[in-house]
């Protein structure tokens, strides 16, 4: 008898959950809100659980489900459906049972704003989007839920939409996106034009048929490129990084929701479902593994001297996209979705933990004002927020037992024995490596410890003053005099140590390449008869001692500058006074982008589009039109006069002109 999943039902569930609260929220109380908020996306968890223990057992895999065609026109026909495959069920577990502990976080956050049922209704739609995206079984669908959630990440990003900053940034992040996505776009129509449908099924065994392209002008090459230009833009890589780091502007819950598990991830998933594709370019895979290198170390650099917490951490999701993206340029895909998954669990964690500090600080997200104020170091006021803080830094910095560890490492082996790997690129991710342990065990040293000898680190240093904010935003909410620090409640504690255990031993999920062999079959038929791709070379013991030594190194400097001797920090700002203002004001790339690109652009529809073509040209066109039929009415007016003689008059005219004509046709 076959299995019916109803997998429909899993994004369903939380749409009905966003459909009640949009609806009715705003008659309930808050407990009322965030019971319907949170039950909805747990139901959708608990169906997505029910699917992964009904795998085993499913007659068929991929499992497929098909609602009929949504779309019908002429011989366009698109299918709803969904697809259940090793993929899709790791990131719908993901997707779902993380985003589950951040709505449960949110109750405690969250209480004390307003537009509770909004933010939860919110939160409810992004989930809906993003679950349709993992599970849709064609592009055309995908791109549905993966337009959806740059729609729901623009109103949470703005969810403060009082305040100028937040709007400013929800409006950034909805534009950046859209041109990756015109790319996309561009490539979903190159795609029907050469397979005739967007189905999955349809799509990938044409691909595999089709031989490999070592050019630039190949047809998968261009659809390749043209889908990673999508995914430069929802997972934040160079150049289309910028919005992610402003997206700080929403509540700390909704950073975590999009930069651990969820949007910013879809990028990856996408090159990882097409691999098909992209393993038949060998240039599209030199170009992923390029950029994704590029952006790792680039956000490193940035992250090492930020001040606002969130900042740090965001810049954190961009270096750790960017190892994502080297393991897809590698063609090691399930190496990416390893450590897509354990990211989920650490920085999700540090997001959370995070809110927690500045909820505990009553507002305040500069680490080095938390280092003032909490006298003593935070972690004896907060423990269980150190403690679970401290957890994620040593699995996103690789330290050995910790999840990130197991993912990062191979990804860097891979890097390196991969035949579409290189030895250049992994040599710059294992530097990223390195930097990543120096600013997240600063991050810890700075925000929990308290100082020796004083502040670690002056800010701003020579020659920043006026630049240390080019976005226009402020770092952080300054606080003059804060409240005592304290630990949050238990509602918010709770998912801290949930995701805690799951970053501490989720790595363990790939003993004997366990979780690389669950995955396989989803990439194996993909790589069949690719002549794009060699053996892999034999690993070295030494690659798995680089990425120790890269974690251990940043720990034991961030200790020693801002610990042990915190004026070294300080002396070397001063030393170095522009590579430090470089790096601080983020290479000033926004600035960058202000006068290369916005500012021409805002001129050209001020001056040109406004001034000349609509005031001038269109106004002036319609308004001569207009002026032009109110003196012909005028003219035809005056001679409604309302006077029989008048009438006579233009009567008797007119027939001597009828009469005349009618003489005239006769002599001819």
């Known amino acids: 008898m076959p299995i019916n999943l109803h997998l429909w039902l899993i994004p369903t569930l939380c749409f009905l959950g966003f459909a009640l609260n949009i609806l009715f929220g705003r008659l309930w109380s808050k407990a009322a809100a965030g019971t319907v908020g949170i039950l909805f996306p747990a139901a959708a968890f608990l169906w997505g659980l029910r699917a992964a223990l009904a795998w085993s057992s499913l007659p068929v895999h991929p499992y497929l489900e098909s609602h009929g065609a949504w779309i019908l026109a002429g011989p366009l026909r698109i299918p709803f459906g969904f697809q259940l495959d090793p993929l899709s069920l790791v990131m719908l577990l993901v997707v779902s049972g993380v985003g589950l502990v951040i709505h449960v976080y949110s109750l405690g956050y969250m209480s004390e704003e307003g537009g509770f049922y909004r933010y939860f209704a919110l939160l409810n739609m992004f989930l809906f989007f993003m679950l349709t995206l993992v599970l849709a079984n064609n592009y055309l669908l995908m791109f549905v839920g993966w337009e959806g959630v740059g729609f729901a990440s623009y109103m ?28 996309f776009l561009i490539g979903l129509f190159y795609i029907f034009q050469l397979f005739g449908g967007f189905e999955y099924t349809r799509v990938f065994p044409q691909v595999m048929r089709m031989p490999a392209e070592t050019g630039w002008h190949g047809p998968l090459t261009l659809i390749a490129l043209l889908l990673f230009a999508g995914a430069t833009g929802k997972s934040a890589q160079l150049p289309l990084y910028v919005w992610l780091p402003d997206a700080m502007e929403g509540p700390t819950p909704v950073s975590a929701l999009i930069h651990a598990a969820t ?57 750790q996209l960017g190892y994502m993206f080297m393991a897809c340029g590698a063609a090691a895909y399930g190496a990416g979705i390893f450590h897509l998954m354990t990211h989920a669990f650490f920085k999700g964690l540090l997001f959370l933990a995070a809110g927690s500090v500045i909820h505990a600080m009553h507002g305040e997200q500069d680490m080095f004002r938390i280092r003032t104020l909490a006298t003593g170091g935070l972690k004896r ?288």
């Open 156 to 183: 949470l990003i703005g969810f403060f939409f009082r305040r100028d900053s937040a709007s400013r940034a929800g409006m950034k992040a909805f534009v950046v996106n859209r041109i990756g996505d015109f790319g």
């Open 263 to 319: 949007m910013v991830t879809a990028g990856v998933y996408m090159v990882a479902r097409s691999a098909a594709i992209f393993d038949r370019s060998a240039v599209a895979l030199e170009v992923v593994l390029a950029v994704g290198a590029l952006t790792a170390i680039f956000a490193a650099s940035i992250g090492m001297l930020q001040r606002d917490i969130k900042r740090v951490l965001a810049y954190s999701t961009v270096s």
């Open 381 to 668: 006021y907060a423990p269980i927020t150190f403690w679970t803080f401290l957890i994620a830094t040593c699995a996103i910095t690789g330290i050995p037992g910790f999840s990130g560890y197991f993912s990062k490492d191979l990804i860097l082996e891979k890097v390196f024995t991969g035949a579409a790997g290189s030895r250049f690129w992994w040599a710059v991710g294992a530097v990223a490596a390195a930097m990543t342990a120096f600013y997240m065990f600063r991050a810890v040293f700075v925000t929990f410890f308290p100082a020796r000898g004083g502040e670690a680190e002056h800010a701003p240093a020579p020659g920043l003053a006026g630049h240390a904010h080019p976005s226009g935003q402020e770092p952080a909410t300054v606080v003059a005099h804060p409240a005592h620090p304290h630990e949050s409640p238990k509602v918010m504690t709770i998912p801290l140590i949930i995701l805690a255990v799951l970053a501490a031993v989720g790595g363990f999920l790939n003993l004997g390449d366990r979780f690389m062999r669950f995955l396989a079959p989803v990439f194996q038929p993909a790589a069949a008869g690719t002549v794009a791709l060699g053996p892999e070379t034999p690993a070295a013991g030494w690659l798995k001692i680089v990425p120790i030594v890269a974690a251990i190194g940043g720990l034991c400097f961030a200790w020693w500058f801002y610990q042990w001797k915190p004026e070294l920090a300080r002396r070397s700002a001063q030393a170095l006074p522009r590579l430090y203002a470089l790096v601080f004001n983020k290479y000033w790339v926004d600035e960058l982008y202000q006068r290369a690109i916005i500012a021409p652009l805002t001129w050209i529809s001020r001056r040109l589009l406004w001034r000349d073509v609509d005031q001038t040209l269109i106004d002036g066109s319609v308004n001569g039109v207009g002026r032009l039929a109110q003196a012909a009415g005028d003219r035809i007016r005056r001679q409604q006069s309302g006077y029989i003689r008048s009438y006579a008059s233009w009567v008797g005219a007119g027939a001597v002109v009828v009469l005349l004509y009618v003489l005239w046709l006769g002599a001819r």
